[in-house]
């Protein structure tokens, strides 16, 4: 795969490339797309190119992004726009399809793409990392179909490259944890709705508010089941009777805390059983 530096300098060629012409980055305000739209910000310098930030600002993430995801682009030299789309009923996955993250994705940059031919750009980078490759992300695949380009990804960048850089060049979140979409807090099959997944985004927020890094409540029915790092369960447990309680008055009426801790994805790993099951 090569030394981080070589991988460094392939992505920086890359960038350099694509920014002989405007270009649009996906932007979430974490720390891959952060990444990317401060390298494609400093690039254009030479060209005179422009490069936009775009948030899909999604009723499936949590409202707090917005407001922090402006500010890093500001801080990029970007220029910054938000789209609202309303994506349960438009992608089809108000039932929480197992093949829910390739129907939202594509629907989602297909939107992008839509905003992309109004500005008169035909280059569009999100920031898929080398990680997100080797787990389970249907997602990808969307991205792929619609030509959209993955820098890190193509350069070989981890995670921990993508921190590493971000770092480097001074980027206010390259520490900041990973928050996906609030539709991977329930199982598939269930239905999915607005106010079920603002209850999660109020209890994550509150959790975070205690000191605590990851955070997941996943929610199965009327039990709310908390993943954190595994170094915090201490934590959790010394303010247990706070947490239940709080949980609670969301509407719970059991919480529980997962022993294995903080894991990506936990909720795919039914899905995964059965993909190994079947060779695939």
């Known amino acids: 795969m090569g030394s981080y530096e070589e991988k460094r300098e392939a992505l920086l060629g890359r960038i350099a490339e694509y920014a002989l012409e405007d270009m649009i980055i996906a932007f979430s305000g974490g720390v891959d797309s952060s990444l990317l739209l401060k390298l494609a910000c400093d690039a254009v310098v030479k060209t005179g190119k422009k490069v936009y930030g775009i ?9 707090a992004e917005l407001k922090e995801a402006e500010s890093v682009a500001k801080e990029a030299g970007a220029l910054f726009r938000v789209l609202r789309i309303d994506e349960l009923e438009g992608a089809g996955i108000e039932e929480n399809p197992v093949d829910r993250c390739y129907r939202c ?4 940059f297909r939107e992008l793409q839509k905003e992309a031919e109004l500005l008169g750009v035909s280059r569009i980078l999100e920031g898929t990392n080398e990680d997100d490759l080797h787990v389970y992300r249907p997602g990808i695949r969307a991205v792929r179909e619609l030509g ?8 070989g960048l981890t995670k921990s490259d993508v921190r590493r850089l971000a770092g480097e060049y001074g980027i206010s979140v390259s520490g900041k944890p990973s928050t996906p979409c609030l539709a991977t807090r329930f199982p598939y099959g269930v239905r999915l709705t607005y106010e ?11 959790l975070r508010s205690l000191g605590l890094g ?12 908390l993943e954190v790092d595994t170094d915090e369960i201490g934590r959790v447990t010394e303010r247990r009777e706070d947490i239940a309680g709080y949980l609670k ?3 719970y009426n059991y919480v529980t805390l997962d022993l294995e801790g903080f894991r990506t994805g936990s909720m795919d790993e039914s899905v995964r059983a059965i993909a190994v099951s ?3």
């Not at 948030?55 to 409202?63: A, Q, S, W």
């Not at 994705?105 to 989602?108: M, P």
């Not at 990851?214 to 089941?225: D, F, I, Q, T, Y």
């Open 214 to 225: 990851n955070v997941r409540l996943r929610v199965h029915g009327n039990l709310a089941r």
């Open 105 to 108: 994705k594509r629907y989602l």
């Open 278 to 280: 079947q060779g695939d």
């Open 148 to 155: 959209i380009v993955s820098p890190l990804a193509d350069a």
């Open 196 to 206: 079920a997944m603002r209850k999660v985004e109020q209890g994550e927020s509150y």
């Open 55 to 63: 948030l899909l600002h999604t009723m499936l993430h949590p409202k």
């Open 249 to 251: 008055n969301l509407g």
